[in-house]
């Protein structure tokens, strides 16, 4: 399965990443309940691409929500260098935080390939 895979990678890269199972809150989109349920990243920074991506833990994710205001239809649960990582019509997206308008860029077209990213 791409979570447990996800999580003895992410492990791997840093033994400090920490996970959990969870009950996963209703405003939490489908596309990430089996992850938070599985595997709630209560302490998690890894590198993708070069990159520190934090995972928010399911604890954070309401207050996450109000810190970006991405609207409804997006759904942050990472962030890179202070801009949100989200979930937006089934794909994984970015955009810089604190410019006004969204402008949604494109990092995966699925979470399961998203975590695939990990270095």
Do not use: W
């Amino acid at each position: 399965m791409i979570i447990q895979d996800f999580v003895k990678r992410a492990i791997d890269q840093d033994k400090r990443n920490y996970f959990e199972e969870t009950v996963v809150e209703k405003f939490v989109p489908n596309e990430l309940k089996e992850f938070y349920e599985r595997a709630n990243p209560v302490d998690v920074e890894i590198a993708m691409d070069g990159n520190a991506v934090r995972f928010i833990p399911m604890s954070e994710l309401e207050d996450f929500q109000a810190e970006y205001s991405l609207g409804e239809s997006r759904f942050a649960f990472a962030s890179c260098n202070g801009d949100p990582i989200y979930v937006y019509d089934e794909k994984i997206y970015t955009c810089c935080h604190g410019i006004g308008k969204v402008k949604d860029e494109l990092i995966a077209n699925s979470l399961s390939s998203f975590m695939d990213m990990i270095d």
